[in-house]
């Protein structure tokens, strides 16, 4: 699969390692401690080097976006994976890279972000997204909710990832319109729920076709 996408692999390769090149055209302006993570209180409580900030984390993105491409390549049910699936998590690392590692350019250089909001919005717009292709997806072991009663039955892995896909917009359009008043444990709720919920579904699903 990877063969087949080695230009596609290589562009968004370079769009991941972008923030680079942005950190170092800003490398005056952006303080020699850079802020990376905040807390409840939407204010920075945890620092790296300016060095990192901008070398370092598109690299750790990079790595991880290298390890989704072979995680998904030696997939056993990789032929169940389709192209638009495929394409979507070939995007995934290299837009979340672009995008985080600007918002803390942004922040660093003095400009107020609240980002509780900027997390809220962006997440609920990726569980959008992941909403609408979630159902599309086959039986496989890399994506989806890869639970063993789903996995081993395809009219599971059907109606759970039906489900599953309209908990995700649920929840997406939810953290969008909740982001204005965004706090952590809200937050934390909307991610977690719409995940969980497919799961308990598949298992009730699994025993009333046994019972």
Same mark, same amino acid.
């Given at each position: 699969?990877?063969?087949?996408?080695?230009?596609?692999?290589?562009?968004?390769?370079?769009?991941?390692?972008?923030?680079?090149?942005?950190?170092?055209?800003?490398?005056?302006?952006?303080?020699?401690?850079?802020?990376?993570?905040?807390?409840?209180?939407?204010?920075?409580?945890?620092?790296? %080097?300016? @060095?990192?900030?901008?070398?370092?984390?598109?690299?750790?993105?990079?790595? #991880?976006?290298?390890? /989704? !491409? +072979?995680?998904?390549?030696?997939?056993?049910?990789?032929?169940?994976?389709?192209?638009?699936?495929?394409?979507?998590?070939?995007?995934?690392?290299?837009?979340?890279?672009?995008?985080?590692?600007?918002?803390?350019?942004?922040?660093?250089?003095?400009?107020?972000?609240?980002?509780?909001?900027?997390?809220?919005?962006?997440?609920?717009?990726?569980?959008?997204?992941?909403?609408?292709?979630?159902?599309?997806?086959?039986?496989?072991?890399?994506?989806?909710?890869?639970? %063993?009663? @789903?996995?081993?039955?395809?009219?599971?892995?059907?109606?759970?990832?039906? #489900?599953?896909?309209? /908990? !995700? +917009?649920?929840?997406?359009?939810?953290?969008?319109?909740?982001?204005?008043?965004?706090?952590?444990?809200?937050?934390?709720?909307?991610?977690?729920?719409?995940?969980?919920?497919?799961?308990?579904?598949?298992?009730?699903?699994?025993?009333?076709?046994?019972?």
């Amino acid at each position: 699969m990877i063969r087949q996408h080695k230009k596609m692999l290589i562009l968004t390769s370079l769009i991941t390692l972008l923030p680079i090149v942005i950190g170092l055209i800003l490398w005056r302006q952006l303080p020699a401690s850079v802020a990376t993570h905040f807390g409840v209180d939407n204010q920075p409580d945890g620092y790296c %080097s300016k @060095a990192f900030a901008v070398f370092g984390l598109p690299v750790i993105m990079l790595v #991880f976006h290298f390890i /989704c !491409m +072979v995680i998904t390549n030696v997939d056993p049910k990789r032929k169940n994976i389709s192209e638009k699936v495929f394409n979507v998590v070939m995007w995934i690392c290299p837009v979340v890279s672009l995008v985080v590692c600007n918002i803390l350019y942004v922040f660093n250089m003095g400009y107020k972000l609240d980002i509780g909001f900027v997390c809220g919005l962006l997440i609920g717009v990726f569980y959008l997204i992941l909403g609408n292709f979630i159902p599309k997806v086959k039986p496989n072991y890399s994506i989806g909710f890869r639970v %063993s009663w @789903a996995l081993c039955d395809s009219d599971n892995w059907y109606h759970t990832h039906r #489900f599953g896909g309209k /908990c !995700m +917009v649920a929840g997406g359009i939810l953290m969008i319109v909740t982001a204005p008043f965004q706090n952590v444990w809200i937050l934390l709720v909307l991610i977690i729920v719409p995940c969980i919920l497919p799961v308990i579904y598949s298992y009730m699903f699994y025993r009333k076709t046994m019972g």
